[in-house]
């Protein structure tokens, strides 16, 4: 079986130490909705649950009846109407089985070391409808709500008395806090906690996988499932089929069951098929070439072809360009890393100084931060580059210094 070159695996940093998640239940474990049918009308209702009496309810400093009676007097409204938009919000609770099962699926996986809780703004007879649902609350290790302790959010006050009950008061950035509202969050926040605004299931579910779960895991099972299937779309759904990305996954993976690949007698061709989005007739070019003979490997008369083709495709200013075509007088600064890179693997580099001097330039210059001709954003730029630095020493060793102050100056 042939061997494939591919860059060195980087190591791989160690998975999140999270100890814990916070979980409010109201519009994240539990939804529920504003009658539309109610004597009060959801902005309403919305305004008499922001009130001063209705945070007493929900700390157990007052009952249902005082609290409606207060926001009555407060708002001219009938507390009987508070009371019946109330219960008719109640009936319209459902849990969001898909987030629970999702919860359990990382508790499970963390082999015991991820406690999961809920932290809740609810009130003692609320409390009590939302544990009579049929919904399995024993994912939870503890159940905090204001009703219980006298306490809500967003004062600091529930959250550090949370962190020391379940052990973490010195340690909060184990801890993942997860709220609708965001002044909630944000007080998770300024304890320290990571925190995460919930906006919806699919967002929610996405980032609590990319925090707990192992992203190893998950990459290598996304590749198998869309083997041979990996193309690139444009924003308005056209399927380009096409070299570039499938040598640079087969690059990174060694894996020629994850890719299609079409075979070219010398130069290749960006687009496996017709073109998309251009002309109907798209000449081969260097880049892909490039790319293909140092992932693939090929002949040494094979490179020679090329790099003698490709030194005499030069700009005015003495710059490789990517097509030898009159048609397209095109340089790029990627595609020039891409093709410098396949000239110094097999020791011609100093064949094209006057390109490789250039793309010092741009990278002592930053002149990458917008984009190039065909790369609107800078970071394949860099990636390129570490293509470059990574096959050959004798082009990298210069290069090396201005990433380095470049990632300095990051920190």
């Known amino acids: 079986m042939r061997a494939f070159a591919s860059l060195p695996s980087r190591s791989s940093n160690p998975l999140p130490t999270h100890r814990a998640l916070i979980l409010d239940l109201g519009d994240v474990v539990f939804n529920w909705k504003a009658p539309t049918d109610g004597k009060l009308c959801p902005k309403v209702l919305a305004r008499a649950m922001s009130t001063l009496p209705w945070h007493e309810l929900e700390c157990g400093r007052i009952t249902e009846t005082e609290c409606f ?27 969001d089985d898909r987030l629970l099962s999702v919860l359990k699926g990382l508790k499970d996986a963390s082999n015991g070391t991820l406690k999961i809780y809920v932290m809740s703004n609810i009130s003692k007879p609320h409390w009590d409808i939302v544990r009579s649902q049929p919904w399995d609350g024993s994912i939870f290790d503890q159940i905090f709500t204001s009703g219980e302790l006298g306490m809500r959010k967003p004062n600091l006050n529930f959250y550090q ?51 707990l779960g192992d992203p190893t895991a998950r990459g290598e099972e996304f590749l198998h499932e869309n083997a041979k299937n990996m193309h690139c779309t444009t924003d308005n759904g056209d399927l380009v089929k096409e070299n570039f990305a499938q040598l640079l996954i087969l690059e990174a993976t060694g894996n020629m069951e994850l890719v299609t690949l079409n075979s070219y007698p010398l ?44 030194a005499k495709n030069l700009s005015s200013d003495g710059i490789i360009q990517l097509y030898d075509d009159p048609l397209r007088p095109r340089v790029d600064p990627v595609s020039c890393v891409h093709i410098l890179t396949l000239f110094y693997q097999h020791g011609r580099g100093d ?8 793309v010092y330039q741009i990278l002592l210059y930053r002149a990458y931060s917008d984009g190039t001709l065909y790369y609107c954003a800078p970071d394949y730029f860099f990636y390129a580059l570490s293509r470059l630095i990574t096959y050959t020493q004798q082009a990298g060793s210069r290069l090396a210094y201005p990433v380095m102050l470049l990632q300095l100056q990051c920190v």
Request: charged share 25%.
């Open 267 to 310: 130069l290749w061709n960006f687009f496996q098929e017709q073109p998309v989005l251009t002309t109907s007739s798209y000449p081969n070019d260097f880049d892909t070439t490039s790319i293909a003979f140092t992932v693939l490997g090929c002949s040494d008369s094979a490179a020679n072809d090329v790099m003698d083709m490709a």
């Open 161 to 211: 008395h949370v962190l020391k009950e379940i052990g973490l008061e010195r340690s909060p950035e184990d801890v993942i806090f997860v709220d609708d509202k965001r002044e909630n969050v944000f007080s998770a926040l300024s304890l320290g906690m990571v925190g995460i605004r919930f906006e919806d299931n699919n967002m929610i579910t996405q980032q609590l996988l990319n925090i």
């Open 351 to 358: 064949e094209v100084k006057k390109t490789y001097e250039w």
């Open 69 to 95: 009676e207060r926001i009555g007097e407060l708002m001219g409204i009938p507390p009987s109407d508070i009371g019946d938009t109330i219960r008719k919000t109640e009936v319209s609770l459902t849990t």
